[in-house]
């Protein structure tokens, strides 16, 4: 037999097996060697050849036998490369006629999408067809591995795998694996279908289905997804068995049946779609005839439900649609029932669209608003059926003079049987002269609010309680100028009082003008007072609608100094800021009746301090903190302090807030059912914690100072392997008190009353690999901020 050395070889081999290749081949003659491709390289994202199957083969062999015309046998360290398509084989049979490689013993096969160790190999060479006996095999571009009898690769990406097996998890580790009499794997759609297949956990069968298809990568697939199981005091044992619908490329289906021991079985749903005008979701919750409050003794509950749509859009780049509205079975929906559905606010879900018209120089929106009360207070809120907005922008209508006009026509309505419904217009022109520079800015505006109302007072009691201070009109016009004028500075220096920072200066000062005028005879439709926090020391309103104006004649100032390090990161910044009324008499109580105005001669000029402040220490002691403290009183108004320590593998933060109850009073109607009647005082502790590359856990507690219990403990401890994860899920939430004769009497309604907690345990797992990564639930506690009393705060960029 006679023997070549390698380099001639392989250009004997492509001369003797494809002639019509010779000159593509020639190149393969020289001594230079040619780099080849890794057997263990993903290669799908380097282009494929235009005729992969007639690209030119390149072999190298110890020894080389021959038949011209009929075969060759390679044997020895034999490499076999076509492509992105390589095999190594200690024997290798080259058939002429039907351009097929035979290769035996300990053979290696890579395409780049996955490699495979088999006893026999068949690749014919003009197609994509492989034949594998006795494999153990691996993808290249995504978690996945397994064994089979047999596997055939019968298109670019397409695998019949039969007696086989396939895991996500790395090579020896045997925590699961799905074995099944034959497996299609299509790595275009990313799916894997098993017939007769079952799952087993340590070489343990764990069930056993006739069909089941599966994800292998991101690829959206109709499906289960990974239960939950958890246990808690109110509802008993929970199960939660989510199933995913690939309706369509651009719309799908998430449904969830959960079974509660003490309630039934509840039905939810998730649709969620993508059109040219937008993208939104429906979002239902259905739980029929709950057991726990049977409809023979709770008339008004029965069968419960929610319901929420949202949609959000742009369409040719000027019309933009947003609607939000949800909707629940019953006022108690949200305190039995655990709920993800609505946008709630002050004890309300808001029902509203809007549609927009953008342009270069003005915009015009149509807007519709309804609520859905969850309260029995009787405070019923206004309804906007509609609100027609038009608004006007000219910069730059002169050299250092702007222009702008806002308007709106609002049509109020309401169900409550003692309040006016109305219809205002408001028309706002301004002039602003903008100046600035890198150091500094200069604004000065001017603008009159003209408004008109109409409004119904027929069948009115105009003497009941919610009137008084109120000289109500059918027909009120009014018109108010406002004048504005801001200032601000950075000055900058490089300071060594701490240490080579660069310290910046930042005054402003606002000068703010509004006549005093008597609006008693506006009732308030869609008007709440503004929180004074540093930054609203500078508005120039003090009220979110325009139902009131409030007065002014005062200077606004404040500061804010920053602390850079050498490589310009933010280090500290304080802000600090007040208002000093020119004007005594138009000083705002900022009492829960906007009409009123103090006279009191005790007040002095000025308004309560407000002071913000953030700190980052080496980026592992992280603050952020602001109060404001009222002069008047000499008392602090309102609080919250965040105060952050970070370590490898975990961290550890405390927060506070607390807000006075007259503060509140003066802010917000007070209603009956808030969490607490006494202000808020609220302390929480947070921590989390890596213990090992696998386990870490989590945790936090939330405590009332006003009421001197508990809210909240909530802890978490998950494992997370290679290629599945556990995680167990531990809470107990204040939920109501039940005052001395057992009803519910709202959330610290009597002094005495006794809190009822609420109590959890849940089980999360799953698998990781097959489009799957961690299941809901076990991630650290409070990150994301939900389902907590305070919640998880991130003090001065923790994101850093």
């Known amino acids: 037999m006679p023997r070549f050395p390698r380099s001639l070889l392989a250009a004997s081999i492509s001369a003797a097996v494809f002639t019509p290749q010779i000159q593509a081949s020639e190149a393969l003659v ?149 074995v099944a009499s034959s497996i299609d794997i299509d790595q275009n759609d990313e799916e894997a279908t098993f017939y007769n297949p079952r799952f087993e956990i340590q070489s343990v069968p764990v069930f056993y289905l006739p069909f089941l298809t599966v994800p292998i990568g991101d690829t959206r697939k109709t499906g289960f997804l990974y239960p939950t199981v958890s246990y808690g005091s109110s509802d008993g044992f929970e199960m939660e068995v989510p199933i995913y619908w690939n309706l369509a490329p651009n719309y799908d289906l998430e449904t969830t049946i959960k079974y509660m021991q003490k309630r039934g079985t509840q039905l939810n749903s998730n649709f969620r779609y993508l059109t040219d005008f937008g993208q939104g979701q429906i979002e239902s919750e259905y739980l029929p005839n709950d057991k726990k409050y049977p409809e023979e003794k709770f008339p008004d509950k029965g069968d419960r439900w929610g319901f929420q749509y949202t949609h959000s859009g742009i369409y040719d780049q000027a019309w933009k649609f947003d609607i939000d509205y949800s909707k629940v079975s019953d006022i108690s929906y949200f305190s039995d029932v655990d709920s993800g559905i609505g946008n709630r606010e002050d004890g309300q879900l808001i029902q509203e669209g809007q549609v927009t018209y ?27 059926l509609p609100q027609m907005k038009f608004n006007y922008y000219a910069p730059e209508l002169t050299p250092y003079l702007d222009f702008d006009m806002v308007s709106s026509i609002s049509h109020f309505d309401t169900d409550a049987t003692n309040k006016p419904s109305a219809t205002r217009v408001h028309i706002e022109p301004g002039l602003t002269i903008p100046i600035g520079t890198t150091w500094g800015t200069w604004t000065t505006e001017a603008r009159l609010l003209g408004t008109y109302y109409q409004q119904d007072l027929n069948g009115l009691n105009l003497t ?74 500078f508005r120039s309103r003090k009220y979110s609608g325009v139902d009131r104006i409030a007065p002014a004649n005062q200077f606004s100032y404040g500061a804010s100094t920053r602390f850079f390090d050498d490589q310009y990161k933010e280090r500290l910044n304080i802000s600090f800021g007040q208002i000093f009324y020119l004007d005594k008499s138009v000083k705002n109580t900022e009492s829960s009746d906007p009409g009123e105005t103090s006279l009191d001669d005790k007040s002095t000029n000025y308004s309560a301090w407000a002071i913000e402040m953030d700190f980052n220490f080496n980026d592992y002691l992280f603050y952020h903190g602001g109060i404001q403290y009222d002069i008047d009183s000499s008392e602090m108004q309102l609080g919250n302090s965040t105060l952050e320590y970070r370590f490898n593998g975990g961290y550890i933060q405390g927060n506070y807030r607390y807000v006075t109850k007259e503060y509140i009073e003066q802010t917000v109607d007070f209603v009956s059912d808030s969490i ?30 006003t009421t001197e219990q508990s809210l909240e403990w909530l802890a978490r401890l998950n494992y997370i392997d290679d290629c599945w994860y556990i995680g167990f899920t531990y809470s107990n939430q204040l939920r109501s008190w039940n005052a001395d004769d057992g009803s519910n009497g709202g959330f610290a309604n009597y002094p005495n009353s006794t809190p009822v907690y609420e109590n959890n345990f849940s089980l999360n797992f799953g698998i990781i690999g097959f489009g799957t990564n961690i299941g809901a639930g076990s991630g650290d506690a409070g990150l994301d901020g939900t389902s907590n009393s305070l919640g998880y705060g991130r003090p001065f960029y923790l994101n850093n």
């Open 464 to 537: 009941a309680p919610q009137f008084d201070g109120f000289d109500l009109k059918e027909n009120v016009t009014r018109v108010i100028p406002e004048f504005r004028s801001h200032a601000g500075i950075v000055l900058e220096r490089d300071t060594y009082v701490l240490g080579g920072y660069t310290q910046t200066l930042e005054p402003q000062v606002q000068y703010l003008y509004v006549p005093n005028e008597n609006q008693n005879d506006i009732y308030l439709y869609d008007t709440t007072l503004l929180q004074t926090d540093y930054y609203g020391l």
């Open 676 to 705: 607490t009647q006494e202000g808020i005082s609220q302390a929480g502790v947070l921590a989390g914690y890596t213990l090992s590359r696998n386990w870490n856990a989590s945790a936090q507690y939330f405590y009332d100072l």
């Open 358 to 384: 953008r342009s270069q120089n003005w915009d015009a929106s149509l807007l519709a608003r309804d609520f859905q009360v969850l309260t029995t207070s009787g405070n019923l809120p206004y309804r906007l």
């Open 30 to 178: 020289d001594d230079s060697v040619q780099e080849l491709p890794a057997i263990d390289q993903c290669l799908i994202n380097q282009p494929d050849a235009e005729n992969p199957t007639q690209q030119p083969i390149n072999v190298e062999a110890d020894s080389l036998e021959g038949i011209n015309g009929d075969k060759a046998t390679y044997s020895g360290n034999v490499i076999v490369v076509q492509g992105k398509k390589r095999m190594q084989a200690d024997n290798v049979t080259l058939h002429q006629k039907e351009n097929v490689v035979v290769a035996e013993g300990n053979v290696m096969f890579s395409d780049g999408e996955v490699k495979t160790i088999s006893d026999k190999a068949v690749n014919h060479l003009n197609t994509e067809h492989v034949e594998l006996n006795n494999t153990k095999y691996q993808f290249l571009c995504e978690p996945g591995r397994g064994e089979a009898v047999y596997v055939a690769k019968t298109g670019k990406a397409l695998y019949e795998i039969e007696d086989g097996s396939i895991t996500s998890c790395p090579e020896g580790d045997n925590s699961w694996r799905m």
